[in-house]
Nanobody, 114 residues
Framework: VQLVESGGGLVQAGGSLRLSCTAS????????IGWFRQAPGKERELVAG???????NYADSVKGRFTISRDNAKNALYLQMNSLKPEDTAVYYC?????????WGQGTQVTVSS
């Protein structure tokens, strides 16, 4: 089982980034998948999630700015991040959940400069 994030980087406030997460080793389409983030000194938090049926949910702090999507044919999860703010700076992780099973990626750093 493997989840691999990519697309992080350094961007100025107001800019955009698109994160990707590719999965292997499990039946991706059966899993709820989400993006989490962890800033230095803070707990990991849910950013956005999408169920196997395509229902999405977002943290209040990113609503209207971030969009989560999935492509089951490619075993891929995406996070389009627009209007980025310095407080969005964190390591972003993808996570797959199915029943008792949770799988995490290794994370990708997103840094937003003011």
């Amino acid at each position: 089982v493997q989840l691999v994030e990519s697309g992080g980087g350094l961007v100025q406030a107001g800019g955009s980034l698109r994160l990707s997460c590719t999965a292997s080793g499990f039946t991706f389409e059966d899993y709820a998948i989400g993006w989490f983030r962890q800033a230095p000194g803070k707990e990991r938090e849910l950013v956005a999630g999408i169920t196997s049926g395509g229902i999405t949910n977002y943290a209040d702090s990113v609503k209207g700015r971030f969009t989560i999507s999935r492509d089951n044919a490619k075993n891929a999860l995406y996070l389009q991040m627009n209007s980025l703010k310095p407080e969005d700076t964190a390591v972003y992780y993808c996570k797959g959940t199915y029943g008792q099973y949770d799988y995490w990626g290794q994370g990708t750093q997103v840094t937003v400069s003011s």
